[in-house]
T-cell receptor, first 114, second 117 residues
């Protein structure tokens, strides 16, 4: 089982460049989300989706864009990269609304913006 | 809005001893789920244990147990008989449940646990 697959694993960008972080899951999970992890800050929610065609903002959405055209894929777009977006990004998925909604995480993408 | 507080940035424990990692939460929801995840130095996030807000018994999973005190809004993780492989970051998380909850968890800032031989 592949689970949640994130690509790329590492990326270096220059300020102002755009890019898309890919996330795909093969567990037929309805819920998908993006988090960023910064030292001492834990995981902070960027955007999430409760199903194809439905997305919503999390705690730190500025500078990021998402869409969900299929159940499997949930890409995260950086429109114009800034040094403040240097972070480790995690994609996660879970089954639809249930109390014990365990998150399944990808391996993460380490992004540096110069 | 939900808030998770982990007040211990770092903890040290001797191998084979027990350790408690603190977690308090703030929510106005009646129904919610509490989780602990482990992040070893390799970076992956690993689910450890879950406690539902209506569960009367504290959750246990092998050497992990969750000390749930609902009135105090605390959900401490207890690791018994610590092993060197327990050295990692530990995150407490909470997800709002029905009605109207998003089920998307909010995470605390984490506690770094180091197990000494």
């Amino acid at each position: 089982n592949a689970g949640v697959t994130q690509t790329p694993k590492f990326q270096v960008l220059k300020t102002g460049q755009s890019m898309t972080l890919q996330c795909a899951q093969d567990m037929n999970h309805e819920y998908m989300s993006w988090y960023r992890q910064d030292p001492g800050m834990g995981l902070r929610l960027i955007h999430y989706s409760v199903g194809a065609g439905i997305t919503d903002q999390g705690e730190v959405p500025n500078g990021y864009n998402v869409s969900r055209s299929t159940t499997e894929d949930f890409p995260l777009r950086l429109l114009s990269a800034a040094p403040s977006q240097t972070s480790v990004y995690f994609c996660a998925s879970s089954h639809r609304a249930r109390a014990k909604n365990i998150q399944y995480f990808g391996a993460g993408t380490r992004l540096s913006v110069l | 809005a939900q808030k998770i507080t982990q007040t211990q940035p770092g903890m040290f424990v001797q191998e084979k001893e027990a350790v408690t990692l603190d977690c308090t939460y703030d929510t106005s929801d009646q129904s919610y789920g509490l989780f602990w995840y482990k992040q070893p130095s390799s970076g992956e996030m690993i689910f450890l244990i879950y406690q539902g807000s209506y569960d009367e018994q504290n959750a246990t999973e092998g050497r992990y147990s969750l000390n749930f005190q609902k009135a105090r809004k605390s959900a401490n993780l207890v690791i018994s008989a610590s092993q060197l492989g327990d050295s990692a970051m530990y995150f407490c998380a909470m997800s709002p449940g029905p009605p109207g909850g998003s089920y998307i968890p909010t995470f605390g800032r984490g506690t770094s646990l180091i197990v000494h031989p």
